[in-house]
Nanobody
């Protein structure tokens, strides 16, 4: 079992940057995949970025070149650096861990104003 706590959300103007962090309650080196989804009202959650135990990454087309995911096994954290933010990036961002089943954080709001 693993608990996930996100931090770093907030309000930013278009073109700005935010860094989200996800802290896990256990050592993450054994967790196969971790990453971030996002969700807006009335829509399904969509995958933003993921990173495997050996640091292979995957990004949604809409964020490629702007977002960077990283994991720090020593700190048990997974971060999402978001640059060149757009209003359409506004959403609640959820950290997840695939560890037998999916575990989710509580979510953090990101709002990008135009």
């Amino acid at each position: 079992q693993v608990q996930l706590v996100e931090s770093g959300g907030g309000l930013v103007q278009a073109g700005g940057s935010l860094r989200l962090s996800c802290a896990a309650s256990r050592r993450i080196f054994s967790i196969n995949v971790m990453g971030w989804y996002r969700q807006t009202p009335g829509h399904q959650r969509e995958l933003v970025a993921s990173i495997t135990y050996d640091s292979r990454t995957n990004y949604a087309d809409s964020v490629k070149g702007r977002f960077t995911i990283s994991r720090d096994n020593a700190k048990n954290t997974v971060d999402l650096q978001m640059n060149s933010l757009k209003p359409e990036d506004t959403a609640v961002y959820y950290c997840y861990a695939e560890f037998g089943i999916f575990y989710w954080g509580q979510g953090t709001q990101v709002t990008v104003s135009s």
